[in-house]
């Protein structure tokens, strides 16, 4: 799984958590004046995951404000873009003369090399903690040109639409669900991330040509994979609708997945297989006729299912179930195979 570091302040003591809290905030970002009305019992979690070209912290705390004053920076200078998605409470930024309120489901996004304000409150008193996600991203590794950066600092940005849903739900993702991916795929994960972050960044500068032509491309075909995976169920997805979803020609489509190892055709039937070859193999689908979990991935004409199923995995989908439902049978057969070809 992908390698996670976890700060809780709770293992400390009530009176000494907000110092720990205040010496985590220094070393992992930058140094803050933070002021907390439950500073004397700051009970607070910190998980960290590292992506090679970017770091990923999910944050739960209590309500918090936070100041880095130009005293501040001028004694630490990281060097680091942040991206933050508010995922509990309501938060506020404020730099460059922007201030702007963030709702659960926005970004915002500063420059930790500047002076700033953030604040973070919950708005469930009765539990009084907010959360977030934040993308830590160094001054380098942003592929936008860096004197146009101030005009997105301190603003809000929606994370329930476009590309910065896609992003939002990539956070979400990778930060609660770090076990579902190995540690080898942390750098191409990073990669994607950043991918994402440069397009919404770009898009909100209303200059797409600011980003890579390589970046926007792999930002793309992100959302057409994770287009392909909403709707594998339904029975007319083609390239062609994939296309017109995404309001690019076909040609531009098939153009876009040249530097893929699939084309758009093949990895969605690849993928519809895959799911289907799952659910043959579950013991709770056992009593559900093949062509039915068929139709569920796609496949709507059972002939055709059959002849795909054959050339991915060399035999028929209700022989591959039989091979998988029952071990003890299997060895019977392979034992009864054997003594049969003695005998003869």
Partial sequence: MLHRD??????LPPGERFGMWLDLVARTSAPMRIQS???????ARADFIDLGPIQLINYRYPSLDATRTRKLVRQSDPELYMLALTTGGVGTSSQDGRRSEILAGEFTFYDASRPHDVGHHATEPERDQAS?????VPHAALP????????????????????GALLAQF?????????QYHAADAARL????LDLATTMLGRHLVAEDAVPTEVRRRALV????????RHLGDATLSPQTVADAHHISLRSLHRLFEAEEATVASYIRDLRLARCRRDLTDPVLRTQPVQMIA????????????????????????AYRESHSDPARIVNRAASMVNSSQAD
Avoid: C, N
Wanted: charged share 15%; hydrophobic share 45%.
């Fill in 222 to 229: 992100t959302q057409v994979q994770a287009y392909v995976h």
């Fill in 295 to 318: 139709a569920r991935w796609g496949f709507a004409d059972k002939a055709h299912f059959s002849r795909a199923f054959r050339a991915a995995y060399g035999m028929s989908p209700q």
């Fill in 132 to 136: 977030s996600v934040i993308v830590m």
């Fill in 37 to 43: 009305a439950h500073a004397d019992d700051f009970a």
């Fill in 144 to 163: 936008l040109p860096p004197q146009r950066m101030a005009a997105l600092y301190g603003g809000r940005m929606s994370g329930s639409e476009g590309v």
């Fill in 190 to 193: 990073g990669a994607v991330g």
């Fill in 6 to 11: 976890t700060v809780d302040t709770t293992v």
């Fill in 171 to 179: 956070l979400l993702q990778v930060t609660g669900h770090p076990e």
